[in-house]
């Protein structure tokens, strides 16, 4: 079944939550253009709408009403979204509002130290239950600012802190060992803020020139385009254009890695929107040969991991991911559930503790997948299904709609 044909894509919804988040806090009315339609993103904008911050949406855009918060003791239901607890701990924190943070089963099992204990050393009231929300936030007496060395490879605890460090108006240092996502970085700086990085150090500092609201237009999400382009890639005669989508480098290491392992993708009409470089992405089928994922790629195609592992049972070869132990503590342990179910659709993989290793050319047969609500598992096991010829079933399908509720219906108009 090959891929081909024009699509366009949803807003990306790392930058959705950070629009959202920013535009809280900045005086008056804020717009928001192709907002990601992720329920992840909907529960940040309920959770900011619990504590006073209106918003009026008009199919994917939105003019929000920054600065209004309401201070109560509330609680706020993040869902399924890491993103929307942690990054919102660190924007209340700063702001010293009251609140509890909870989830649903998988993101209480996630971990929370990983803000906690930085955000603490703010001077923040903040606590979780033995690194694991619920998240607890209690107003404080001073905040200080913050230098930090970041042990884990993350933007949710970055953006966390740069929040907490705008929303308090503190200076804020940050250093990673790799780059992570910067849309929280580019969207400060882009409306004023005095933010620098240099190599791998990221200073927030307190002076701001004269701030702007946000005016922003979101480009497709690259996360949700990657389970497109990995189909188009190992599918023969495949030849498939993604329109205005997200081409960030700190996102590109799963396109990338693809490029290395022979995959034909070209670039087309590259251009930079609100400080993030934009795109068209076209690809279209050539053989593909194994290759070694190491450390040094994993935070820059992170989310893309499961897809990528799918892609590698169609390359000749022997592909190898390490580095990649974080993939365990996201909305399934996605080592683990990768090779669940690619083994039971007969690919030859081998599960390490930091990652996998995976042998091909191997032809796939249908499976009952088993996807552990994770939508992103969900997503790479129905391409898995496609690229074998068949559909397989999957046990979940609804989550999906955790990031990417038109994914079905884009993929039925690109299968020939
Ligand atoms: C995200 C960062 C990544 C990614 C997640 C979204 C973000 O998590 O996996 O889906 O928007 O900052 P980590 O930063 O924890 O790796």
Known sequence: MPIRGHINLPGDKSISHRALLIASILDGENYIYNLSTAIDVNNTMQCLNQIGIKSSRQKNNVVIKGNTFISSQKTLDCGNSGTTMRLLSGLLGGLNISSKLIGDKSLLKRPMDRIVNPLKNMGIKISCNNNTAPITIKESEKLNGLNYNMNISSAQIKSALLLAGVSSNNKITINEQYPSRNHTEIMLKNIGYNINVTNNTITLHTIKHNLKNLDIHIPGDISSAAFFIGAACMIPNSDLKINNVLINDTR???????????????????????????????????????????????????????????????????????????LRYKESDRIKTTVENLKNMGAKIIEKNDGLI?????????????????????????????????????????CINTSYPEFIDTLKKIIR
């Open 252 to 326: 590109m290491g799963f396109i990338e890695i693809l490029k290395k392992m022979g995959a034909g993708i070209i670039i087309h009409n590259q251009k930079n929107v609100n400080g993030e470089s934009v795109g068209d992405i076209q690809v279209y089928y050539k053989p593909l040969y194994g290759i070694d994922i190491d450390d040094k790629n994993i935070s820059s195609m992170i989310d893309e991991l499961p897809i990528l592992a799918v892609v590698a049972t169609q390359a000749e070869g022997i592909t190898t991911v390490s580095g990649a132990k974080e």
């Open 358 to 398: 995976i042998e091909g050319p191997n032809i796939l047969n249908k499976a009952n997948i088993k996807c552990y609500n994770d939508h992103r598992i969900a997503m790479s096991f129905i391409i898995a299904g496609i690229s074998s010829g068949n559909y397989n079933n999957i046990d979940n399908i609804d």
